[in-house]
């Protein structure tokens, strides 16, 4: 383990004592420490008021143990500085060495995270950190996650909003952007927060039918009412590796009675880019399924007109970053016209 031990009120007791004395206490410190480790620990001045320690060789048990003594050590000690006798405290912070560590910056990150804690705690405690603890917390995390996101695909636990597109030229019809999030005890959740977890369990084929089942059933309500209406819909990044997904659409698309071309399916530039083969067979297969196909954040990369010679795009949705301060800023403006000029073009 390491353990980080940091004086408590430090600028209180260098008021008491001076800076001269400081160096005296900080010696009888050092010593202390090194009193209590073993010769094959490693003992150090990490900081101004901050010792560090490096202890192998003893199990976790016995590790926490020593973090105890070199607390109660501290908290039963009178350090003697030139005519003067302070009290001490410390806050220890532990961050136990395990295979799971990736590294020393994360070490470190977490000593000093754990030392914060017990001094936010009151101080004249110990604090520790137990990557293995910590993985088996994030796993039970991660399975009550998947569990809300199965009960979302199964139950209807998800929810669409319709964000509405204005047509510049008066376009005839509708058009909205399909936004998903999934309904919890305290409210909405956004995409950012479940989509991770399903990616790493596998989930998002079921979450991209489920999007696409159901925004063809207000279509098909819309269809009927003679409304004219086009949705973009967002598909997941595993979207263009389900090779299963074109003829389910195509059935659904058939079962629906809708026509393909009033559903566009956006993909960002950067996926598209990485996955350029695939995303070149789906945006042709969308293309015999009548579907439109959309890059958004377009335009975040170094050449995004290169790209239109490879897939065909119907639409280009142009990355957020050029719509900052666009009033104001001549240098956006110039570039969404010239990215205009060139998208018709």
């Not at 150090?44 to 490096?54: E, G, L, Q």
């Not at 509405?164 to 376009?171: A, E, F, K, V």
């Not at 409210?187 to 979450?207: C, D, S, V, Y």
Request: aromatic fraction near 8%.
């Amino acid at each position: 383990a390491v353990f980080y031990i940091e004086i408590d009120n430090y600028r209180k007791v260098l008021d008491q004592i001076g800076v001269g004395g400081a160096d005296l206490m900080l010696g009888d410190v050092a010593q202390l420490l090194k009193e209590t480790a073993l010769p094959q620990d490693v003992v150090a001045r990490f900081a101004d008021h901050t010792f560090t320690v490096v202890v192998s060789g003893r199990p976790h048990e016995a590790l926490i143990q020593f973090a105890e003594q070199v607390r109660k050590r501290f908290e039963e000690r009178i350090f003697d500085v030139g005519k003067r006798s302070v009290s001490l405290t410390a806050s220890v912070g532990v961050c136990l060495l395990t295979e799971k560590v990736p590294g020393s910056q994360f070490v470190l990150d977490k000593v000093n995270e754990a030392a914060r804690k017990a001094q936010a705690e009151g101080g004249n405690r110990i604090q520790v950190f137990d990557p293995a603890a910590q993985d088996k917390a994030d796993a039970a995390k991660d399975r009550e996650w998947l569990e809300m996101i199965k009960r979302a695909v199964e139950k209807d636990g998800f929810v669409l909003f319709y964000q509405p597109i204005i047509s510049l030229q008066g376009q005839e019809g509708e058009f909205y952007e399909v936004l998903l999030r999934m309904q919890g005890d305290k409210g909405e959740i956004m995409p950012g927060q479940f989509l991770p977890i399903a990616e790493r369990f596998g989930m998002l084929p079921q979450i991209d039918r489920w999007v696409v089942d159901h925004v063809l059933r207000v279509l098909q309500e819309r269809h009927k009412q003679g409304r004219t209406t086009t949705f973009f819909v967002k598909l997941t990044p595993q979207a263009i590796d389900d090779g299963t997904l074109l003829p389910w659409l195509a059935q659904q698309l058939k079962a629906a009675r809708v026509p393909g071309d009033r559903l566009v399916f956006e993909m960002p530039e950067s996926m598209v880019v990485t996955h350029l083969k695939q995303a070149k067979f789906f945006q042709k297969g969308l293309e015999q399924l009548k579907c439109g196909f959309a890059l958004e954040k377009f335009g975040s990369g170094l050449n995004s007109f290169q790209l239109l010679k490879h897939v065909g795009a119907n639409y280009v949705k142009l990355d957020r970053t050029y719509m900052a301060d666009l009033a104001k800023s001549a240098e956006h403006q110039a570039k969404i016209k010239d990215m205009c000029e060139q998208a018709h073009a």
